[in-house]
């Protein structure tokens, strides 16, 4: 961790007293209320906290980028002696790209699918008055190869669908870098990427900001910042802010609860939230767990097979890609058995293979010592109740147009409970997951995501499942929530005696919860054992890889060392 030096300079951004009123109709009044912060040249800047916390529409008021029916009712954004909330759309037009860049944190969603990643680049700069054709070209690539992206000739002529979660982050990072600006803000960059992509963008942020020297669109070496680019990086995760904070900036419900430097506020949190949100952080449980009940496994895997056709890419060939390559294992009742790995490593098409979600080449999965690859769909429906999934994204996978009571009870009346007896069990379930009496009559979008996530899981409970197969339930949440979820779902394994897999790319995660661990390299498991074992002597290099990247284990949550 980086000392911020005292300076007397004026800060690259001065936010004083900045509220942002809430329109008519929630239980807040304001999104941002009272926000006084500065960001210094040279400085990582990284500002906490859930969602609503107000830390995007913080940064969104910087950029001019807010909702039309959301205005600033008080206080000033100070950027080199200018109000931005006082300058016209034209002006921020010149400044957005040139001297204040931002990176989001969906790439997909942040690029234009039907223009090559090189086009897109070159805008920023022809926007802002870069018209030299070459010098366009040479900037794309050398932006390309600069965040770290292969072969830029080739990769400058791809669509965004081409390129991986990753690779498109580094291609929003290069446009946001275009121009060489003073203020990069970074909001979310990392929470929907595999850990050791996440450890690469962040290495990949550091190192630019801490550059001293630039290459301008010209080609020629010149100095860029001579204090260095300010970044104000958007997280809610304390693992990330432990790796490349130098200042801590925590937000509760549109408030500033807290502000100091990166080891106090790390090492000595004075705020009841900060220390809630510290103390939600997945860490290490070096309990030992009782073992499970049964002596039989409820679920055997034995030599699975899945592959799929992979066409065109960036070469235009097609290839067979297995997604699950010779995997075998099983679970017993009251045991959780995590499987780990980063995307496309096969441990989500596991998941759907046990499911009967799509066919396996072959293999056996035996649930009770009977073997369902060999079933039929309709042999393999009156055991569909007994083998239940938690989805990723609980808000796409509940009905928008059914209301929650009903959404929990037409499974179990699709399996021969009367319309009031699956109805009443779904009011207990509310009860046992955690939510009001009242939400049975509501629908999903009156629900916070972690909310719908305990709605998902009350749904799977619904048809009393031996097998619940947990697939990326928890990586979408907050912090704090996503404590809450995983507490939640193990006090139901213990009360109901359920074999849970776990299927997740957070190692943190994996070490807290589960008994066993599957760590899963391009179809294959390359390493398994106890949390402890594939934390403490990993034997494969790819486990060695996924360990090294885990955010913030230099941090207390994971050793006993403080933050230097």
């Given at each position: 961790?980086?000392?911020?030096?005292?300076?007397?300079?004026?800060?690259?951004?001065?936010?004083?007293?900045?509220?942002?009123?809430?329109?008519?109709?929630?239980?807040?009044?304001?999104?941002?209320?009272?926000?006084?912060?500065?960001?210094?040249?040279?400085?990582?800047?990284?500002?906490?906290?859930?969602?609503?916390?107000?830390?995007?529409?913080?940064?969104?008021?910087?950029?001019?980028?807010?909702?039309?029916?959301?205005?600033?009712?008080?206080?000033?954004?100070?950027?080199?002696?200018?109000?931005?909330?006082?300058?016209?759309?034209?002006?921020?037009?010149?400044?957005?790209?040139?001297?204040?860049?931002?990176?989001?944190?969906?790439?997909?969603?942040?690029?234009?699918?039907?223009?090559?990643?090189?086009?897109?680049?070159?805008?920023?700069?022809?926007?802002?008055?870069?018209?030299?054709?070459?010098?366009?070209?040479?900037?794309?690539?050398?932006?390309?190869?600069?965040?770290?992206l292969p072969e830029p000739r080739q990769?400058?002529?791809?669509?965004?669908?081409?390129?991986?979660?990753?690779?498109?982050?580094?291609?929003?990072?290069?446009?946001?870098?275009?121009?060489?600006?003073?203020?990069?803000?970074?909001?979310?960059?990392?929470?929907?990427?595999?850990?050791?992509?996440?450890?690469?963008?962040?290495?990949?942020?550091?190192?630019?900001?801490?550059?001293?020297?630039?290459?301008?669109?010209?080609?020629?070496?010149?100095?860029?910042?001579?204090?260095?680019?300010?970044?104000m990086f958007i997280t809610h995760d304390?693992?990330?802010?432990?790796?490349?904070?130098?200042?801590?900036?925590?937000?509760?419900?549109?408030?500033?609860?807290?502000?100091?430097?990166?080891?106090?506020?790390?090492?000595?949190?004075?705020?009841?939230?900060?220390?809630?949100?510290?103390?939600?952080?997945?860490?290490?449980?070096?309990?030992?767990?009782?073992?499970?009940?049964?002596?039989?496994?409820?679920?055997?895997?034995?030599?699975?097979?899945?592959?799929?056709?992979?066409?065109?890419?960036?070469?235009?060939?097609?290839?067979?890609?297995?997604?699950?390559?010779?995997?075998?294992?099983?679970?017993?009742?009251?045991?959780?058995?995590?499987?780990?790995?980063?995307?496309?490593?096969?441990?989500?098409?596991?998941?759907?293979?046990?499911?009967?979600?799509?066919?396996?080449?072959?293999?056996?999965?035996?649930?009770?010592?009977?073997?369902?690859?060999?079933?039929?769909?309709?042999?393999?429906?009156?055991?569909?109740?007994?083998?239940?999934?938690?989805?990723?994204?609980?808000?796409?996978?509940?009905?928008?147009?059914?209301?929650?009571?009903?959404?929990?009870?037409?499974?179990?009346?699709?399996?021969?409970?009367?319309?009031?007896?699956?109805?009443?069990?779904?009011?207990?379930?509310?009860?046992?997951?955690?939510?009001?009496?009242?939400?049975?009559?509501?629908?999903?979008?009156?629900?916070?995501?972690?909310?719908?996530?305990?709605?998902?899981?009350?749904?799977?409970?619904a048809l009393e499942p031996q097998v619940?197969?947990?697939?990326?339930?928890?990586?979408?949440?907050?912090?704090?929530?996503?404590?809450?979820?995983?507490?939640?779902?193990?006090?139901?394994?213990?009360?109901?005696?359920?074999?849970?897999?776990?299927?997740?790319?957070?190692?943190?995660?994996?070490?807290?919860?589960?008994?066993?661990?599957?760590?899963?390299?391009?179809?294959?498991?390359?390493?398994?054992?106890?949390?402890?074992?594939?934390?403490?002597?990993?034997?494969?290099?790819?486990?060695?890889?996924?360990?090294?990247?885990?955010?913030?284990?230099?941090?207390?949550?994971?050793?006993?060392?403080?933050?230097?």
């Amino acid at each position: 961790m980086r000392p911020v030096d005292a300076q007397t300079v004026a800060p690259l951004l001065a936010i004083e007293g900045l509220s942002i009123p809430i329109p008519a109709g929630g239980d807040r009044n304001y999104a941002v209320e009272n926000i006084n912060l500065t960001l210094n040249a040279g400085e990582i800047l990284c500002i906490v906290g859930e969602s609503g916390s107000g830390k995007s529409m913080s940064a969104n008021a910087i950029m001019g980028l807010l909702p039309s029916y959301m205005k600033p009712s008080a206080g000033r954004i100070l950027f080199h002696g200018k109000d931005l909330l006082q300058e016209s759309e034209s002006a921020l037009r010149r400044l957005r790209g040139k001297s204040i860049g931002m990176v989001f944190q969906e790439p997909l969603s942040a690029l234009n699918p039907v223009m090559r990643i090189g086009d897109q680049i070159a805008e920023v700069m022809q926007v802002h008055g870069v018209t030299d054709a070459a010098k366009v070209e040479h900037r794309v690539l050398e932006l390309i190869e600069y965040v770290g992206l292969p072969e830029p000739r080739q990769l400058q002529r791809a669509y965004p669908f081409q390129l991986s979660g990753g690779q498109r982050q580094r291609v929003v990072i290069a446009m946001a870098l275009a121009l060489e600006p003073d203020i990069l803000i970074a909001d979310e960059p990392t929470t929907a990427l595999d850990v050791t992509t996440q450890a690469q963008i962040l290495a990949l942020i550091l190192r630019i900001q801490r550059q001293r020297q630039g290459v301008g669109a010209s080609g020629a070496a010149q100095p860029v910042h001579p204090s260095g680019m300010g970044v104000m990086f958007i997280t809610h995760d304390f693992g990330v802010v432990a790796e490349i904070a130098d200042r801590i900036a925590v937000m509760e419900k549109g408030v500033l609860v807290e502000v100091g430097a990166a080891q106090q506020v790390l090492n000595h949190p004075q705020h009841p939230y900060t220390q809630r949100l510290i103390a939600a952080v997945p860490r290490r449980n070096d309990e030992v767990r009782s073992s499970p009940d049964d002596r039989w496994p409820v679920l055997e895997v034995h030599d699975l097979f899945k592959t799929y056709s992979s066409g065109g890419g960036l070469l235009g060939k097609k290839r067979v890609v297995p997604a699950v390559d010779g995997i075998s294992f099983a679970v017993r009742r009251g045991e959780t058995l995590g499987i780990v790995g980063e995307s496309g490593s096969g441990k989500s098409t596991i998941g759907k293979c046990l499911l009967k979600l799509i066919e396996v080449d072959s293999g056996k999965i035996l649930f009770n010592g009977r073997d369902i690859v060999a079933l039929t769909q309709q042999q393999f429906r009156p055991l569909r109740k007994d083998i239940q999934m938690i989805f990723q994204d609980p808000f796409a996978s509940l009905n928008p147009r059914q209301t929650v009571g009903r959404i929990i009870s037409d499974g179990p009346v699709a399996n021969g409970k009367t319309r009031a007896e699956a109805e009443l069990r779904a009011r207990e379930l509310l009860e046992l997951v955690g939510l009001e009496k009242s939400a049975f009559d509501r629908y999903p979008n009156e629900f916070s995501g972690g909310q719908r996530q305990r709605v998902g899981i009350a749904r799977a409970l619904a048809l009393e499942p031996q097998v619940l197969v947990a697939d990326e339930s928890v990586s979408a949440l907050d912090m704090s929530v996503q404590a809450q979820v995983l507490s939640l779902l193990h006090e139901l394994q213990l009360r109901l005696n359920i074999a849970l897999i776990f299927i997740t790319h957070d190692l943190r995660v994996a070490a807290q919860v589960c008994d066993q661990v599957l760590v899963m390299h391009r179809g294959k498991v390359v390493e398994r054992g106890t949390p402890q074992q594939i934390f403490d002597d990993p034997q494969h290099a790819y486990t060695q890889q996924l360990i090294a990247a885990v955010p913030g284990q230099h941090w207390n949550p994971y050793s006993t060392r403080r933050v230097a």
